[in-house]
């Protein structure tokens, strides 16, 4: 999705640069809780208007909100078990009513795919404690004692949700139709047809239009059945979860932009807040963002936080933050590692990247002192990718620096981690989450449900041999614990740092 102006890789294997893979309710509630809650406590907190959080206000808020959310969702929970209690097997079947063999065959083409494709199994394994070969085992009897589709779904959601997200790692709800439009979008671009081609083959198959169709219809009763109990429960009342809906619903309306710009102190220092790397949000955020660098381009610091940024587009961040600000070409060597099996060839064409020489061994990385020489082993290929960036504007002529935290994920790590390799900015705050280098995830589609399982096909590491994925980025300065990025960043630019 980079325009060949900010990219030397060729369109064909260019990474790409959508990363959407973040469930967009978990970066909704990023918004509504961290940002809107926390505006206010950070004025106190800092003295300023910038966002940032702490306080013992925030705290105890934080605290009752917790305790009322644990309760809703025990309720719920309470009544989402009576609704499928007086459900027949026959309505919770609704994948079609798979047998038990079609059920076993497709967890082991699970199990298999990732063996031979998923290149972060021994990392899963320290980091997240997800032992491929143990859970293949527990797992299996569990998909044998499955009696509806319904409960087989669950058991390989659990089974999923065992490797912590490690890569992307993560099994599809009711995404489906959003994801394949996007897709078939990508495909129309410029030079991106071959790019996004086999994603688009991938998901246009009749089995998965059909298993999400039904997904989405069995949920929607589910969730009307719930609304007529908790009606029943409340005298004829409307139930806590559609009111709590329509609150929420009114509180988006009212959220902030996905960007916010401030004077923190006039002529001096400016600030930038960006939610997410929304590819949708680019064009309008353009109109915001770049008239106000040029306001403030003779300012000595311009703070940029994306602290509560769970990622998004890998361009949104290289032509609306870094190309307009930088005032020389920025270039950032990358390298993925990735395994030699079939359903990556079908998305990365490694025969054709190897007899291209674009693709080389992994017995032929260069010296990486900092290289996990177990996972690189578990590899058979690796790509460098160099990272350009080149100027669009008249860039900025004071310090920049970028707020972090452990929010930050795929293309948010990407842009930790391009500043801080780079020297665009200087980072400040907490270690980022990882998964910055690489290209869109891709799927493993499970032959007899139709579901969908994502994964990362490569294993990101920077020219020292760093993984993106296991160790993030580490902020240039690093917040003490109980100050916010923006307090420790205001603190550094009083004492002149």
Known sequence: MRKKSLTAVPPVYGAARNKQSRVRNKRRSVRLCGVCLGLSVAVTACGTDGRGGGGQAASEIQSVQNEQE??????EEEIRKQVLAEMSEEQRNWMGGLSKEQRLADFESLCDGLRENYPYVKLAKRQAGADLDVLEKDYRTKVEQCTC???????????????????????????????????????????????????VDA???????????????????????????????????????????????TVEEEAPANVETKILEQGKTAYVFIDAFDFEQMEADRKILLPFYEEVGDYENLIIDITNNLGGSMRYFDELVTAPLTK????????????DGENNETFLRIKEGAASELYQPVSELPAMPELNREDAADCDWFWREDYVVEPAGDGFDGKIWLLVSENNYSSAEYAAMFSKESGFATLVGRTTSGDGI????????????????????????????????????????????????????????????
């Open 70 to 75: 644990a309760a809703g969702t025990q309720k």
């Open 149 to 199: 589709d319904d409960v087989f779904y669950d058991v390989l959601k659990d089974f999923i949700g065992e490797f912590s997200f490690t890569g992307h790692l993560d099994l599809w709800g009711r995404r489906y139709e959003s994801e394949l439009a996007s897709k078939r979008e990508f495909v129309k671009e410029p030079g991106q047809e071959i790019r996004y081609k086999p994603y």
């Open 203 to 249: 998901l246009d198959n009749p089995v998965s239009h059909r298993t999400y169709a039904s997904m989405t219809k069995y949920y929607q009763e589910m969730e009307c059945r719930m609304e007529e109990k908790r009606t029943k429960e409340n005298g004829g009342a409307r139930g806590e979860a559609a009111e709590a809906a329509s609150a929420v619903e």
């Open 328 to 339: 020389k070409t920025l270039t950032v060597p990358g390298y993925q590692l990735f395994k």
């Open 438 to 497: 690489g290209t869109d995830p891709v799927y493993l589609i499970l032959p007899n449900s139709g579901l969908v399982v994502q994964y990362s096909p490569m294993y990101g590491v920077t020219a020292d041999g760093v993984g993106s994925e296991a160790c993030g980025t580490v902020p240039d300065i690093v917040s003490p614990e109980g100050e916010s990025a923006l307090e420790t960043c205001l603190r550094q630019i009083e004492q002149g740092s």
